[in-house]
């Protein structure tokens, strides 16, 4: 099985430059989520989705937008990189509200220089 | 936000030693999940506490809920080099939990041979 799966694994930005992070799970799960991970800080919640068309901010949203056209795909988008989005961004899944496992992806490793 | 402080930050012993990590918040959650993360790779759910109270076992960890629902403890009894890693406790804040979990900042923990 898949799982939820994160590209690319690594990628260095230029201050000012955009991309898109891709998120895709195969487990028809409703609830996905995108965290950063720093040093020291643990995961930081920076936006979820509770299903197909419906998203909202989380601890850390500025800087990041999402969609949710399907249930497969949440993908993240930087919309101007800055330093201080260097980070590894995980993106996760989980079944459905209450107690729940969510499962994480590999992660994103991303330096903005 | 429900802030989840985590101690200690860092841990490093012995193997065969016993240990305790703990996390604590001011706020009450649903549920509380630990996390165990190895370099490279996302976060893998350890186990998930519901009751106050409760006590779950898994193999030389044992996990603990707070009576009150506002912290949790782990304890690793013979501690090995195989237990070495990131450990992450997870607060689920209400019914919609799902992907929305707030994090401790995390253990590293490191076992010695």
């Known amino acids: 099985n898949a799982g939820v799966t994160q590209t690319p694994k690594f990628q260095v930005l230029k201050t000012g430059q955009s991309m898109t992070l891709q998120c895709a799970q195969d487990?028809?799960?409703?609830?996905m989520s995108w965290y950063r991970q720093d040093p020291g800080m643990g995961l930081r919640l920076i936006h979820y989705s509770v299903g197909a068309g419906i998203t909202d901010q989380g601890e850390v949203p500025n800087g990041y937008n999402v969609s949710r056209s399907t249930t497969e795909d949440f993908p993240l988008r930087l919309l101007s990189a800055a330093p201080s989005q260097t980070s590894v961004y995980f993106c996760a899944s989980s079944f459905s509200p209450g107690v729940t496992e969510a499962f994480f992806g590999q992660g994103t490793r991303l330096t903005v220089v | 936000t429900q802030l989840l402080e985590q101690s200690p930050q860092f841990l490093s012993i012995q193997e065969g030693e016993n240990l305790t990590v703990y996390c604590n918040s001011s706020?009450?959650?649903?549920?509380l999940q630990w996390y165990r993360q190895e370099p490279g790779e996302g976060p893998v759910l350890l186990v998930t506490?519901?009751?106050?109270?409760e006590v779950k076992k898994l193999k030389r960890l044992t996990f603990q809920f707070g009576d009150a629902r506002k912290d949790s403890s782990l304890h690793i009894t013979a501690a090995q080099p195989g237990d070495t890693g990131l450990y992450l406790c997870?607060?689920?804040?209400?019914?919609?939990?799902?992907?929305?979990?707030?994090f401790g900042e995390g253990t590293q923990l490191t076992v010695n041979p």
């Open positions: 506490v519901v009751t106050g109270g």
């Open positions: 997870a607060g689920a804040p209400g019914e919609t939990s799902g992907s929305r979990l707030t």
């Open positions: 487990m028809n799960h409703e609830y």
């Open positions: 706020s009450v959650f649903s549920s």
